[in-house]
């Protein structure tokens, strides 16, 4: 049985950049939003289910068309709730075959954006948490280009604040710089480690 290692984090905080860190050390990871955006392509299971929802979310191809689906969610505060009881569970599926495929590996990751917001992190075995201070992820999320200042805080606002994450959590991940980041890794990791050999 493999140790169930959260790994989570607030928007522009990092995560992405840390999974890869813990990806490349060898541990299998479950990519939450990498699923979601499999499950969108034309003719898989979230976008035949966004369509029925949402038709006008869906482009001409059949794949979902992710800025509609913000523009949405932006203007009816029940759209993402819609959308999440539609796609969840097709997420959690792909999840639970990822754990099948890998329990023979010692430590697997779950990336997950949401992971206490879903009560996902009492299914793992221990969380960590990626965090810079506020006024770095602003610049971060918005140096992408992808979103408008309001999309940023709607966002924000349906996300567990940083401080309330960094509060449950196992291990905590600064991610001010590369070189912090991949240190605490190497951290957990060892940690971890540590009390599978006690």
């Not at 605490?184 to 940690?191: H, I, N, R, T």
Request: with cysteine.
């Amino acid at each position: 049985m493999s140790f169930i290692l959260g790994l989570t984090g607030s928007i522009g905080m990092g995560k992405s950049t840390t999974a890869q860190m813990f990806a490349d050390a060898g541990l299998p990871v479950w990519d939450a939003d990498a699923t979601v955006h499999r499950l969108y392509q034309p003719g898989q299971a979230a976008a035949l289910a966004i369509g029925a929802l949402f038709p006008t979310a869906i482009d001409a191809d059949g794949s979902v068309n992710r800025a509609t689906l913000r523009t949405l969610i932006q203007g009816d505060s029940t759209v993402l709730d819609r959308l999440n009881a539609a796609v969840h569970p097709l997420v959690a599926a792909d999840r639970a075959a990822f754990l099948a495929a890998n329990e023979a590996a010692g430590i697997v990751l779950l990336d997950v954006p949401l992971l206490y917001e879903t009560g996902l992190d009492t299914a793992c075995d221990a969380v960590a948490v990626v965090s810079a201070p506020a006024e770095v992820q602003r610049d971060r999320v918005l140096a992408r280009g992808a979103m408008t200042e309001a999309e940023f805080q709607t966002i924000l606002a349906r996300q567990l604040p940083d401080a309330e994450k960094r509060r449950r959590a196992t291990y905590i991940i600064p991610t001010t710089s590369l070189e912090a980041a991949r240190r605490s890794v190497k951290d957990v990791l060892a940690d971890i480690r540590r009390t599978q050999d006690a």
